[in-house]
């Protein structure tokens, strides 16, 4: 810790983070495949070594209180925003997004937010009980050493969503970030470093099996996990072994239901972002949408008409606010649910397939119409901009649609009418439902999945909670 924000170049940045000449492993820009860096590719020992200083620098970090560690994350938000443009520009490249739209600018914003935000935050101690049967209270105290383990898709934004609450509850943390974004990552913990304490905040690249070992680590009392739910499953399993308390934001298949009083030329562009924000690359974002017959043909046209205004390609040019997926697995996975789509009849209203004149990875907005439940497209989660459209007649047949597969992170309802809209959003099962919108979120409303998209909530009250261990007093 150097105790002071410094402001940094995106090359300065990326030299305090990369491996050696010689060393690590290539990472490529998303939009261009051109090399950004290398990254340095550690083992299970450094995982060890740095388990070790975050255990060793616990006791002292819990010790500074709460106005302390609330400060100095104030003072981590500045540094954020000290080198936020940096920041995103590295971001841009290795992710993909834009700089502009809801995306890189976008992500450090949301970075510097929610710091201030879980800087803000109190948790105080709960009186259960006080009369004449006796007195007792509930505080929380800090759990230990956190692991978090992040993906790809909003890097930095989902790093804070851990790291935040955590050290403001006086635990350290261990960071594993996804394989396809450690450059961004790295570089986002070493500036958080230039104002935090030395090994409350350590970072350790490497793939699955530094995954794998974080999660498992006898020393870990809590692991943070963002990513899918086949891994959250493993992430379950090796929790058997050293019972850490987890938090486990997974996959999604958000429904969006539009009910027939919707207007669709005011509702398009939100539906619209709300399906393809970061390119589709979102965990609480639109992946079926099901409109009314009255409206459908409406909907859908609007909707090609947004696709058609919104620029797509490299993120570092300003005009663009959709970019390339992230990495070629997820071009694949995109690619053969359209393909599956149009094979069983799905009218492809725009887009359709990939765009090799944008870049390699690039796929361009693609909606597909007259699809119905059961097509791979609509029960899969396709994690990239194809957006299939489903018609419905009765309104209970949505709802039952919606709830049908087996995940629960999102949901929205479409409507002019707010209360049958929210006597529909009462019936959908997700952690959360948006009436007109889709996917917004703030750090005070706690967020987390049900089913299989997880367990555990973050943000607020209830995120602080979440990173912490109660403990009652009697007398
Ligand atoms: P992923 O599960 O492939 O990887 C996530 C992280 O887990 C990576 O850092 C990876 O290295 C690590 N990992 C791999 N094997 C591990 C193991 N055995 N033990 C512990 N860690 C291991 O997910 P992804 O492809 O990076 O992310 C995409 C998925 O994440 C999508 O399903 C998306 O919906 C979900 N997601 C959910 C949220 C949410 O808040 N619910 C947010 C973003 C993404």
Redesign the pocket.
């Known amino acids: 810790m150097s105790g002071s924000v410094q402001a940094l170049d995106e090359g300065a940045l990326l030299d305090r983070v990369q491996a050696r000449a010689g060393e690590g492993r290539e990472i490529l820009d998303a939009a261009t495949r051109e090399v950004i860096g290398r990254v340095p590719v550690q083992t299970v020992a450094d995982l060890d070594r740095a388990v070790a200083r975050a255990s060793a620098a616990q006791p002292g970090w819990a010790a500074c209180g709460h106005g302390r560690r609330s400060e100095l994350l104030l003072a981590a938000a500045e540094a954020i925003e000290a080198n936020a443009e940096p920041l995103a520009h590295l971001l841009s490249r290795e992710q993909g997004k834009p700089l502009n739209g809801p995306n890189a600018r976008f992500e450090l914003g949301a970075c510097a937010a929610w710091l201030r935000a879980t800087a803000n935050t109190v948790l105080d101690p709960e009186v259960l009980v006080d009369d004449e049967t006796g007195y007792a209270e509930l505080s929380y105290q800090p759990v230990g050493v956190v692991g978090a ?6 890097p930095l934004m ?1 790093g804070i969503w851990q790291i935040a609450p955590s050290l403001r509850m006086g635990n350290t943390v261990v960071v ?5 974004t450690p450059l961004s990552v790295l570089a986002m913990v070493s500036v958080l470093g230039d104002v935090l304490p030395d090994d409350v905040l350590v970072a350790v690249s490497g ?2 099996e ?3 070992r ?2 498992a680590h006898p020393a870990i009392d809590k692991v943070m ?8 499953r ?2 379950v399993e ?1 929790s058997a072994g050293n019972l850490a308390r987890l938090t486990l ?4 298949n958000d429904a969006g239901i539009v009910l027939p009083d919707a207007d669709p030329k005011a509702i398009a562009e939100d539906l619209f972002w709300g399906a393809f924000i970061n390119t589709g690359q ?3 974002a639109l992946k079926r949408l099901y409109v009314h017959d009255a409206i459908y043909e409406d909907v859908v046209t609007e909707l090609a008409v947004v696709a058609a205004q919104t620029p797509m390609g490299r993120g570092l040019d300003e005009n663009n606010v959709l970019g390339p997926l992230q990495n070629p697995q997820q071009l694949a996975v995109v690619s053969r649910l359209v393909e599956d789509a149009r094979a069983r009849g799905g009218r492809i209203v725009t887009g359709g397939a990939p765009a090799p004149e944008l870049g390699e990875l690039f796929y361009p907005v693609t909606i597909v119409a007259d699809l119905d439940d059961g097509a791979p497209l609509v029960d899969e ?1 396709q ?1 990239g901009p194809a957006l299939p459209v489903i018609r419905y007649h009765d309104v209970d047949d949505a709802v039952a649609s919606a709830n049908r597969l087996d995940v629960g ?1 999102g949901a929205s309802v479409w409507s002019s009418d707010r209360d049958q809209a929210r006597e529909i959003a009462g019936r959908l099962q997700a952690g959360t439902v948006w009436i007109n919108s889709h996917g917004g979120l703030h750090p005070m409303a706690p ?1 987390g ?1 049900v089913k299989s ?2 367990y555990g909530l973050e943000f607020g009250v209830e995120g602080l909670k979440s990173v912490a261990a109660p403990r009652v007093i009697h007398g």
Do not use: D, M
């Open positions: 383990i992040g993906p790809w898709n909003w989902i594993k970030p996804s394989e396809h793939g699955r530094i995954g794998a974080l999660a996990f963002t990513g899918s739910t086949a891994t959250g493993k992430v090796a934001e997974l996959g999604g979102t965990c609480a989660e994690f992170l967020f999945g998209s997880g």
